[in-house]
């Protein structure tokens, strides 16, 4: 079956744009993640959803990140007037439950210049 | 708040050599404890899992026992091969709440 799909999987922007990532989880799939990851480094949490309802967003950086998954399905990771120190990889990843394993997208590469 | 700890890196061996990377943990409960591997240019994805005490997970002949008394789930292969140099992750998953990830354990495996 379809696994995670994100997109897009490049995205270059100037600085101050805002940009939408968004992420389709595998159907059926309870619980989304978004992480952000360096080179070199592991996944960072960012925030989380069961279903619809955003269940931990601590690792947030700033109030320039915000997330949403309206019908429990889809979601969207927005970037508000972007900075370069935001240029990483972003990966999402869903799971049956919270307990389960998560399968891990392609990932949005960002450059902010 | 849940803790990863990882073996720090990079690792280097030679083909058919053995392989440990330790993981220890800190968690309220009883999460799931995972290893991930990322192979060059690709996104993680699921090597073996183990979701309770003394459980032992298996894939493509490496192996981690998840021990609550020493809380370590350490990862073991008898002979790597060229083809495993990855970067492996150690993580654990909480009955509720996120995931926690390691920083990674770089192996490169020579011929």
């Known amino acids: ?113 | 708040g849940n803790s990863v700890t990882q073996m720090e890196g990079p690792v280097t061996l030679s083909e058919e050599a053995f392989l440990t990377i330790n993981c220890t943990y800190t968690a309220t409960g009883y999460p799931s404890l995972f290893w991930y591997v990322q192979y060059p240019g690709e996104g993680l994805q699921l090597l073996l899992k183990a979701t309770k005490a003394d459980d032992k997970g298996s894939n493509k002949g490496f192996e981690a026992t998840y021990r609550k008394e020493t809380t370590s789930f350490h990862l073991e292969k008898g002979s790597v091969q060229v083809s495993d140099s990855a970067v492996y992750f150690c993580a654990l998953s909480p009955l509720a709440g996120k995931s926690t990830f390691g920083d990674g354990t770089t192996l490169t495996v020579k011929p």
């Open chain 1, 1 to 113: 079956g379809a696994g995670v799909s994100q997109s897009p999987r490049y995205k270059v922007t100037k600085r101050g744009q805002d940009v939408a990532l968004r992420c389709d989880p595998i159907s059926g799939h309870v619980s989304l993640y978004w992480y952000r990851q360096a080179l070199g480094q592991g996944p960072e949490f960012l925030t989380y959803f069961n279903y619809e309802a955003q269940q931990d967003k601590s690792g947030l950086p700033n109030d320039r990140f915000s997330a949403e998954r309206p019908e429990g399905s889809i979601s969207t990771l927005t970037i508000q007037r972007t900075e370069q120190r935001d240029s990483a990889m972003y990966r999402c990843a869903s799971s049956p439950l919270t307990r389960y394993e998560q399968f891990f997208g392609p990932g949005t590469r960002l450059t902010v210049l």
